[in-house]
């Protein structure tokens, strides 16, 4: 029913492709058996998918989820084709639940009758955001026409961090030795950059009022993202002292903003670090032919609507669209019970038993 191994084109199937997704990579697949799931790397006539699975304690079946996909290829309809023939896998191999939360646009209709008729219902959200903010991305368009429709004052303060003497650092393994203009080579491995990165995230949460998982669950995620090229890594520096730190990923026709944090102590400082990783990130989507800058989510918790003034995320998500950024909303996660019963009690049992 599944292939215990992926074949060696896998990501660029499912992750290089348009409309991929880093969430449907060997990486991440790896990355959550070590947690206790099951990959499946499944080959539909649409396309590969990946999804993962948990058996139930002492109980047939279990539960499945397809991270971030199926991965469309920019449409709908594919995406629906894809749902479908996965499902039908998984309920053939005797789970009770799928849950998927593909970045469709919302309202595509295709993508909305398929999830209709196959008896998926809206969930809250698996990962962090629902929506995102976008910036769409003409690569013929040049670095100098891009940096004229972002926001004067964001621009000013991205000039001030490049007059006070912040660098940024890049970490991505298709960097090689020229990390290009405006970044400057690592001096440290990765892995010693990226807890140091974390330990920022740390604090950023703290500040701003959210919990992080533990180290280590993510960092032996992000070495192997960065190491297959999913991952870059920006370190904002000055004099060599770290104050500031974005982690993206590289997939399908895009780079996505996944985390960004600083030091709270540097902020009145060096106020514009965070505006200039962001450029950045825009000058190597460009140089990388994407179409799409993500900027990231900045839903309203419990709400997943658009920020409004007064909201907790007002602020960010007006830095994001000084960028040039427009709200993206998108379909969100549904699941689908097949087996109501099993469910119930698998749900039930999977609580209380220690696994």
Known sequence: MRAATPPADWDARTVNRPGGHVYQSVAWATHRSRAGWTPWFLETDPGPVLALSR?????????AYIPRGPAPPGHGD???????????????????????????????????ATLERLGFRPIEEIQPSRHRVSLALDPGMGEEHAFAGIAKSTRQRIHQAESSGIEVVRY?????????????????DAHTALGRFYDLLLGTGRQRGFRFGPRAAF??????????????????RVQGVPIAGLILYRH???LSTAHAADDAATRDEHRGAGHLLRWRAIQLALRENRTEMD???????????????????????RHKLSFGGRW??????????IRPWRYAAGRFLARVVPR
């Not at 058996?55 to 539960?63: A, D, I, M, Q, T």
């Open 328 to 337: 993206l909303e998108l379909a969100g996660a549904h699941e689908r019970v």
């Open 252 to 254: 399908g026709e895009r």
């Open 219 to 236: 960092m032996p995620w992000w070495q192997d993202a960065l190491a297959a090229g999913h991952l870059v890594h920006f370190e904002a």
């Open 172 to 188: 991505d393994a298709a960097a090689s030795t020229d990390p290009g203009a405006g970044f400057v080579m690592p001096v440290d």
């Open 78 to 112: 594919v995406a629906a084709a894809s749902l479908e023939a996965a499902t039908e896998r998984l309920d053939d191999a005797g789970m009770d639940v799928v849950a998927a939360d593909a970045e469709v646009p919302a309202g595509d209709g295709a993508y909305a």
């Open 295 to 317: 900027l990231g989510g900045v839903d309203v918790a419990g709400a997943r609507r658009e920020p409004r003034e007064g909201d907790s995320t007002w602020g960010l998500y």
């Open 55 to 63: 058996r139930w304690p002492w109980l047939p079946g279990g539960s």
